[in-house]
């Protein structure tokens, strides 16, 4: 069975830290890429961020940038999203989703994706 869990999520005040971990089961996890993504109430869901699964390149929203870094353990079957200097319209349900092809410029696009984990709830407070 495919399995992609998210958590680490919860409440931060803005200008701190959250480690959002996606562990993955029942796929061959150094096939695939992963991406993150979020949707805040009222709006569609967006991509956040993304790793490769060849060369491990990263991809990242404009709005993320410089404050989010992806990583991956393939032993551990997991990729990471370190997030600082949280701003709260980070706010959002965050979610990981694994896709077999490769990626580029549809690293963001969510219907490329084959498997979806449930979604953490991060929250910022002002």
């Known amino acids: 069975e495919v399995q992609l869990v998210e958590s680490g999520g919860g409440l931060v005040q803005a200008g701190g830290s959250l480690r959002l971990s996606c562990a993955a089961s029942?796929?061959?996890?150094?096939?695939?890429?992963i991406g993150w993504f979020r949707q805040a109430p009222g709006k569609e869901r967006e991509g956040v961020s993304c790793i490769s699964s060849s060369d491990g390149s990263t991809y990242y929203a404009d709005s993320v940038k410089g404050r989010f870094t992806i990583s991956r353990d393939n032993a551990k079957n997991t990729v990471y999203l370190q997030m600082n200097s949280l701003k709260p319209e980070d706010t959002a349900v965050y979610y990981c989703a694994a896709v077999s092809s490769a990626v580029g410029g549809t690293w963001s696009w969510d219907k490329f994706y084959d498997f979806w984990g449930q979604g953490t709830q991060v929250s910022v407070s002002s």
């Open positions: 029942g796929f061959s996890f150094d096939d695939y890429a």
